[in-house]
C-alpha cells in the first residue's frame, strides 16, 4: 500500500517553509535519502464510519453515538449534510521513534523527515477521502472537504470520544494523549460531510481556523493543505 505515497518534493519544501523548489545541493540530497527512507517505516493504518446526523442550534449530533460536535463553523461544515464520515489515519508508531531518533543524532535530518511525514500523512489522508467520496457518489452525493478537531470552533477536547467512536485505539492503534495529542503523532482524525450532488460548494477558507493570526503559509499567500 505505500505506493499510495507519494511524498510530492513541493510539498516537502514547502513544509519546510521554502518559498522555491531551489536548495542547496545537500539539503536536496538529504530530502531525497527522507523520501526513500520514510516509507520502510510507514504503516499505514486508517477507519472510518459513516453516521446520519442531527443538527441543533449550534451542535451537530452524532446518530447512534454520544458524540456532539458544538461550534458554528461545524455546523456551517455540516450545514447541507444529513450524513457524514468520521475517519483517522495513522502512520504508525515507528515512524515517530525514528524522528525522535535523528533528533538525537541529525537534528537537520529529522527536521527533514519530519516534512516528509506531514506531506506522507497528507497523502493517506487523500486516499481515505477518495474511498470516502465513492461511497458517496453511490448514493448521488458528494463530499466536503475535511475538518477536523480543533480547527474553527471545534473542540480538540472532543478527541478521545471521536476516537472511541471509531474504535481507533483497537482497529489502528490510534489513542490521545491527556492534552488530546493523538499518538502516534503522524496521525489524523476528521469529518467529511456527504451533500447532494446540485448543492454548489463555497470555496474554503482559512479565516475560522485557530491557526489563522499565526499560519507562515498565508502570510506567503499558500494553503496549508489542511
Known amino acids: 500500500m505505500n505506493d499510495i505515497f507519494k511524498i510530492d518534493k513541493k510539498e516537502v519544501l514547502r513544509y519546510l517553509g521554502y518559498k522555491s523548489s531551489i536548495v542547496d545541493k545537500n539539503t536536496d540530497t538529504l530530502i531525497e535519502e ?9 504503516n499505514f493504518k486508517y477507519t472510518y464510519k459513516t453516521f446520519n446526523i442531527e443538527k441543533k442550534d449550534k451542535e451537530v449530533l452524532i446518530k447512534d453515538t454520544n458524540l456532539i460536535f458544538k461550534g458554528k ?12 464520515t468520521l475517519m483517522a489515519v495513522t502512520l504508525g508508531i515507528s515512524l515517530d521513534r525514528k524522528i525522535a531518533l535523528y533528533e538525537k543524532t541529525n537534528m537537520t ?37 475535511r475538518y477536523s478537531p480543533g480547527y474553527g470552533d471545534l473542540s480538540i477536547e472532543i478527541q478521545k470520544d471521536f476516537l472511541k467512536v471509531l474504535n481507533a485505539q483497537r482497529e489502528i492503534g490510534l489513542t490521545a494523549s491527556s492534552h488530546n495529542i493523538l499518538i502516534p503523532r503522524k496521525s489524523v482524525t476528521a469529518i467529511i460531510g456527504f451533500i447532494p450532488k446540485e448543492i454548489t460548494l463555497k470555496k474554503r477558507s482559512c479565516v475560522n481556523c485557530n491557526k489563522y493570526k499565526d499560519c507562515e503559509f498565508r502570510k506567503t499567500g499558500e494553503s496549508c493543505g489542511n
Open 34 to 42: 527522507c523520501r526513500r527512507e520514510i516509507k520502510e517505516y510507514i
Open 73 to 84: 463553523d461545524i455546523l456551517r461544515h455540516l450545514s447541507n449534510s444529513k450524513e457524514c
Open 109 to 145: 535530518k529529522s527536521i527533514i523527515l519530519d516534512a516528509c511525514a506531514t506531506t506522507a500523512i497528507e497523502d493517506g489522508c487523500d486516499f481515505v477521502e477518495s474511498i470516502v467520496k465513492k461511497e458517496a457518489e453511490l448514493k448521488n452525493n458528494k463530499i466536503t472537504f
